[in-house]
């Protein structure tokens, strides 16, 4: 609201989500966007933030998985020590 309003002590650091919409607003003096508008600048925002929420699940599974797949690389590893302690009885 400070942006639209041209408040003095306003801060230079453009928004990350709302960048676009922001480019909008200092490009039109009358800051008024139409519906269509509007709804474009949410979609994209809600595009960047269900990507980052897709990496961020592939992720979670990737250090999952690479958890488990380290547990049964040690249990094999245990195994076949075992075994071999046993054998060399």
């Known amino acids: 609201n400070s942006f ?4 003095v002590g306003v801060s230079d650091a ?8 922001a480019t909008l607003l ?6 008024m966007l139409s519906t ?11 595009t960047r933030l269900d990507e980052n ?12 998985f690479l958890g488990l797949l380290g ?5 094999l590893r245990t195994v076949g020590s075992v075994s071999e302690t046993i054998q060399s009885l």
């Open 14 to 21: 453009s928004p990350r989500l709302l960048a676009p919409m």
């Open 4 to 7: 639209r309003r041209q408040e």
């Open 36 to 46: 269509s508008t509007w709804r474009s600048i949410l979609d994209s925002i809600a």
């Open 71 to 75: 547990t049964f690389w040690g249990l």
């Open 53 to 64: 929420r897709e990496i961020l699940r592939y992720l979670t599974g990737l250090l999952v």
């Open 26 to 31: 200092r490009d039109r003096r009358e800051a």
